[in-house]
């Protein structure tokens, strides 16, 4: 019988996750529509990096610190769908070249289901109704 990982151990951990997420912070910073909002709002990198590594190690089903505030942290950013949008074409993006399939799909999945929740709730709607089978459309981030 075949030993269960869970995605947590598949991605390498709490240092696996440090390397995914480094990269596609670099990118978001960068990035035109969704930079200006993170450099507005996050002075320390390296502690928001943790706190971040922390959230996608519980969603991962790792140990974590992350003791919520999730919602909570995005309602006063005005917040668009275009910047759901780009945002998960930047995930995916960096998923793709970092992860294998099997990992980039199941992390893009729990992407793709919180961003719905956190959309919902930016929007001043009941997360659980009226978004099901809502899905961000895909953008193609710009060539690195």
Do not use: C
């Amino acid at each position: 019988m075949s030993e269960t990982r869970s995605l947590y151990e598949r991605l390498g951990g709490h240092d696996g996750i440090l390397k995914l997420i480094k990269p596609f912070y670099a990118d978001v910073r960068q990035h035109e529509l969704l930079g200006p909002i993170f450099n507005a709002h996050i002075q320390d990198w390296p502690a928001h990096l943790e706190k971040i590594a922390d959230f996608w190690a519980l969603q991962a089903g790792g140990e974590s610190k992350y003791r919520g505030g999730f919602a909570g942290a995005h309602m006063r950013l005005g917040l668009q769908p275009e910047h759901f949008q780009n945002w998960i074409a930047l995930w995916e993006y960096n998923n793709a070249r970092s992860l294998p399939p099997s990992e980039a799909a199941e992390m893009n999945a729990l992407a793709h289901e919180l961003g719905r929740r956190l959309f919902a709730l930016t929007q001043g709607r009941n997360p659980s109704a009226g978004l099901r089978g809502f899905q961000f459309s895909a953008i193609k981030p710009p060539p690195s």
